[in-house]
T-cell receptor, first 110, second 112 residues
């Protein structure tokens, strides 16, 4: 089956850029997502990228997709303390079945 | 307010108890999902319902029994659970075939 991997932790200083990485095994993935989970809350869709795109930018967020290496990244520019959360990478090959990674805990330090 | 609510938010139960988790969505969606979130593990899809019909059972033990009486409500009935079932159980909903799922805040379950 599909496998999605992420590192568990990332710590950055406020104002720096954060880069959260994700690798996956299913090359037929159609959509690739980044979800954010704040403490005590469910997951919230941050952004997504279609598999025929290499990059998508949305304000402070930049998503990069390297299909050859099956690598997805999320860059958060000017990281703020409010960005502290768990970030989940997820993929789907179609339909409504998502495969998630373990999540990366982002800690933003002052 | 995400439009997806879950009750209770926290639940502690013994291994011989029977309890139920409830999920309700106010978004007019027709697909609903149960996920299990354990520490340091990928979010696990448990069940998918489309138009009240179960379309996915991800090899979930029978001690977890889902019920979807209508498109707005989803239940997860629990009985004779094990301590390793302790986790955050998340409900989500979407339009079928939509790229976005909307999540509830979850029920934190502890099995003693």
């Amino acid at each position: 089956g599909e496998d999605v991997e992420q590192s568990l932790f990332l710590s950055v200083r406020e104002g720096d850029s954060s880069v959260i990485n994700c690798t996956y095994t299913d090359s037929s993935s159609t959509y690739l997502y980044w979800y954010k989970q704040e403490p005590g809350a469910g997951l919230q869709l941050l952004t997504y990228i279609f598999s025929n795109m290499d990059m998508k930018q949305d304000q402070r967020l930049t998503v990069l997709l390297n299909k050859k290496d099956k690598h997805l990244s999320l860059r958060i520019a000017d990281t703020q303390t409010g960005d502290s959360a768990i970030y989940f990478c997820a993929i789907t090959g179609g339909g409504n079945k998502l495969t998630f990674g373990t999540g990366t805990q982002l800690k933003v330090e002052l | 307010e995400t439009g997806v609510t879950q009750t209770p938010r926290h639940l502690v139960m013994g291994m011989t108890n029977k309890k139920s988790l409830k999920c309700e969505q106010h978004l007019g969606h027709n697909a609903m999902y149960w996920y299990k979130q354990s520490a340091k593990k990928p979010l696990e899809l448990m069940f998918v319902y489309n138009f009240k019909e179960q379309t996915e059972n991800n090899s979930v033990p029978s001690r977890f029994s889902p019920e979807c009486p209508n498109s707005s409500h989803l239940f997860l009935h629990l009985h004779t659970l094990q301590p390793e079932d302790s986790a955050l159980y998340l409900c989500a909903s979407s339009r079928p075939e939509s790229i976005e799922q909307f999540f509830g805040p979850g029920t934190r379950l502890t099995v003693l």
